[in-house]
């Protein structure tokens, strides 16, 4: 289950990035989420996945 609140989804998303997985692909496909719906919440809020740092800017 993600956090609802996307300040709090932001922190949980890149610290599974940094601690697990090595793309947001493998995140997605793992924990059976969207990866378009996660990315479309977190880019509200200001933030863009970067596929070079693997988080969240």
Do not use: A, W
Request: hydrophobic content about 35%; glycine content about 6%.
């Amino acid at each position: 289950m993600l956090p609802k609140d996307p300040i709090i989804l932001l922190g949980y998303i890149n610290t599974k990035l940094r601690d697990f997985y090595s793309s947001l692909d493998l995140l997605c496909d793992d924990m059976e989420v969207s990866e378009q719906e996660l990315t479309k919440t977190l880019e509200d809020i200001g933030y863009h996945y970067d596929r070079g740092h693997n988080q969240f800017v």
